[in-house]
């Protein structure tokens, strides 16, 4: 897939073609527009207008019937006519494009049926019993899937009850999320027609949904070239720099990556090995991400070799003569061939050395390893037709209507109380992007999160039952419910005999998975009565770490139990309507002057004051919890006041970034309490700072700082996830 705008002529980013991959012939949208207005051909022919698709589509299936193809198109066509886009190129270019794309990937013929259908339901006047009637149930079935809900029945919700409507009829059929994210693909080429912050806003649901999901799928060929149109528009920036990165190789007279090219075919024509190598140009986000890491990037560091054998053994065969007749990089070899990625990626990763230092990365798989490489689910054609042999296939790899991760995702959003978590929580389960194997007893397996506790452990196994869980033992050992489990463990949990059994708050500290952490946030908000002080927070905020891990609310970030809490600020002090009183301030919104606030009485005969738009005066209004009114004390004689206040920053990482941040909020004069930086995840950083001010009024200069500080694109007051969009 190019990288490229299909209509350059327009306004915003447009991403050059990087030369990764053999050229294909590009679909001529304006050809086809006018085709499209002309009408379909003659019943007993193909209309011109889908040539590239009918010739994409036999390059992976020679046999295949165009007939429903042609009928599809012809139905779509008729329905669309007279529809513009944005860009004023004739709607119908659009599904055929989006069916293009797909073809191009080895889709079969009723996934491509679908494509050209799937916006017909949504925007036209044709009905998916229409749709049944002439096509089946399945072609109705994937049409729906991709089917937006109206604005005008879910308002606000529409988008994430759509993503959630979607995921789940993904749950039965892959292909839907097939179609979507081929559709996303056009649409992100040809944005540029879109005001900035619409562009903006769709690259930004692309970048925490959309590629996180190709990847899941491994439609690696899709995931590349919408990390490069994200990468275009939200960080132009660090875009144009790594155009000119790549530009500067280009006219390089030597490539490295050539000379090694040409020494391997010619170790492999001596072992007697077939094989095709070929060079594997970086797309613009893998070669930021390599400069990143290596800082000055050298002419090898710009692609990777691709060694393509016929058998699995081939293989292992390429690897031996590379290591034996060049220089390996130990540290760099890893086999995803013994051991499958979950997403069904198989290669065999190693690196060699050239005697003047430069690094070449080396993939070694089969033509057919390649294919799934590039187009996971979707070259598997069909994954729901009868199996070829009657060989068992019980791991959940080997299964792509199910993968483990789908199943669990399942799992969780249907405990998702609104749409507002359901979105959250999806945004973050995605951002795991690593999965472990952790084994039972009996032999069973559990797929988990890298990161995944005990406690996930058993809500994975027994869902809400995992309330009665008082125990485990790994790898035969006494472990405690916070252990944090590592791939190949063997987790034996142990179970209480009383049904009346209540999960404790604390596991909410070691929740690393949405089931768990819904599953206990529902059990504590069905049972108010029993709550204990610490309550007067949210449900999952978590206690008994640093403020800054506590204030993120991310179940992701590790807290530290071991770790004293922060000594609270009584610089900005605030009055309470209750004579005798002691007054908190509240960590989940952490209020400041002049936020207006209000206050609740918790245990021991003290008030905590909470913003009155923080979600917990929501919970607890509705809870029947009696306000108390709030105010802030005047301020000192110099007319300041100081306050302490916990700030949440998103950024693009980038050296020396954590360095500029923190000069950034020591020239404002503020005092860094506490600070936590999140591992990297999807390209992105999260920090989290806890900073005494001098004076409150001092808080939107301070915000504003560190918006300007290059890389940083959000600076918000922290706040619980249940109440983030």
């Known amino acids: 897939m190019s990288a490229e705008a299909t209509n350059p002529a327009t306004p915003g980013p447009v991403v050059p073609t990087a030369p990764r991959r053999r050229a294909r012939p590009r679909l001529d949208l304006r050809r086809l527009g006018r085709a499209a207005l002309l009408g379909p051909g003659a019943r007993d022919r193909l209309p011109d207008a889908i040539g590239h698709v009918v010739d994409a589509h036999r390059a992976h299936h020679p046999d295949a019937d165009l007939e429903p193809l042609r009928r599809a198109y012809v139905l779509a066509e008729s329905s669309h006519r007279g529809q513009l886009r944005k860009s004023g190129e004739p709607y119908i270019t659009h599904p055929l494009a989006v069916t293009l794309i797909l073809a191009e990937l080895g889709a079969e013929t009723v996934t491509l049926t679908a494509s050209l259908l799937h916006d017909t339901v949504e925007d036209t006047d044709v009905t998916l019993d229409q749709v049944r009637d002439e096509f089946g149930e399945e072609v109705r079935y ?6 937006k809900l109206e604005k005008v029945d879910y308002g606000a919700a529409a988008e994430p009850e759509t993503f959630r409507k979607m995921l789940v009829a993904t749950g039965n059929d892959v292909r839907v999320m097939s179609i979507k994210l081929a559709d996303r693909l056009h649409n992100m ?12 806003r769709i690259a930004k649901v692309t970048r925490d949904v959309l590629i996180p999901l190709a990847e899941r799928l491994g439609v690696q060929a899709l995931k590349t070239e919408l990390e490069d149109l994200v990468f275009a528009i939200l960080h132009p920036e660090e875009y144009a720099h790594t155009r000119e990165l790549i530009a500067g190789n280009a006219a390089r007279a030597d490539d490295p990556l050539t000379a090694i090219a040409e020494e391997t075919r010619a170790v492999l024509r001596e072992a007697d090995i077939p094989a095709e190598v070929l060079i594997r140009p970086r797309h613009f986000v893998s070669v930021h991400r390599v400069s990143r890491k290596r800082g000055r990037l050298r002419g090898a560091d710009f692609g990777r070799l691709l060694v393509l054998v016929n058998e699995d053994a081939d293989c292992y065969g390429v690897l031996g003569e590379l290591h034996t007749c060049m ?21 065999l990763h190693t690196a060699v050395a050239r005697p003047d230092g430069q690094v070449a990365e080396v993939l070694i798989r089969t033509y057919q390893m390649h294919k799934v490489a590039e187009a996971g689910v979707v070259a598997l054609g069909n994954p ?21 991760w789908l199943s669990r995702l399942l799992d969780w959003q249907r405990g998702a109380p609104d749409p507002d978590t359901f979105w959250s929580t999806l945004r973050e389960d995605l951002a795991q992007d690593r999965e472990i194997t952790v084994f039972r007893p009996d032999g069973g397996h559990l797929g988990l999160p890298e990161g995944a506790t005990c406690v996930d452990a058993a809500y994975a196994q027994y869902g809400e039952d995992a309330h009665a869980c008082i125990g485990a033992r790994v790898n035969g050992r006494l472990a405690t419910l916070s252990t944090v489990l590592r791939d190949g463990d063997t987790v034996q949990l142990l179970m209480g005999q009383d049904p009346a059994s209540e999960p404790s708050r604390e596991w909410l500290e070691h929740a690393h998975t949405p089931a768990a952490r819904i599953a206990i946030q529902r059990w504590i908000a069905t049972h108010p009565t029993t709550a204990d002080p610490a309550t007067t927070e949210p449900p999952g905020v978590r206690t008994g770490t640093d403020d800054a891990a506590t204030a993120s609310g991310h179940a992701s970030q590790a807290g530290r139990p071991d770790a004293p809490p922060a000594p609270r600020s009584a610089s900005a002090s605030a009055t309470v309507e209750l004579p005798g009183a002691s007054v908190r301030l509240a960590r989940c919104c952490t209020p400041v002057p002049p936020d207006e606030v209000t206050g609740f009485a918790v245990r021991g005969g003290a008030v905590t004051v909470h913003r009155v738009g923080c979600a917990a005066v929501a919970r607890m209004k509705s809870a029947g919890r009696a306000e108390v009114g709030a105010r802030w004390e005047e301020p000192t004689t110099d007319g300041t006041t100081g306050c302490r206040v916990t700030l949440f ?53 301070l915000m504003r700082a560190m918006r300007n500080v290059p890389g940083v694109y959000d600076v918000s007051r922290a706040q619980h996830p249940v109440s983030a969009s």
């Open 142 to 147: 994937l049409v729906d899937g991709v089917t």
């Open 384 to 404: 729901y037709a009868p199996p070829v042999s009657d060989e068992p296939g019980d791991d959940e790899r080997a299964d792509p209507t199910r993968p483990g």
């Open 327 to 347: 220089t390996p990089v130990v540290s760099e070899f890893k086999d995803f061939i013994a051991v499958p990625k979950f997403n069904l990626y198989q290669s």
């Open 649 to 701: 920053a998103e950024s693009f990482g980038r050296p020396h970034l954590l360095a500029d941040l923190t000069e950034a909020i020591a020239l404002q004069g503020a005092e860094i309490v506490s600070a936590t930086v999140e591992p990297p995840s999807q390209q992105r950083v999260r920090h989290t700072y806890t900073l005494q001010l001098p004076d409150a009024a001092l808080l939107s200069a």
């Open 189 to 200: 080429r040809t944005l540029g027609v879109m005001r900035p912050e619409k562009q903006a």
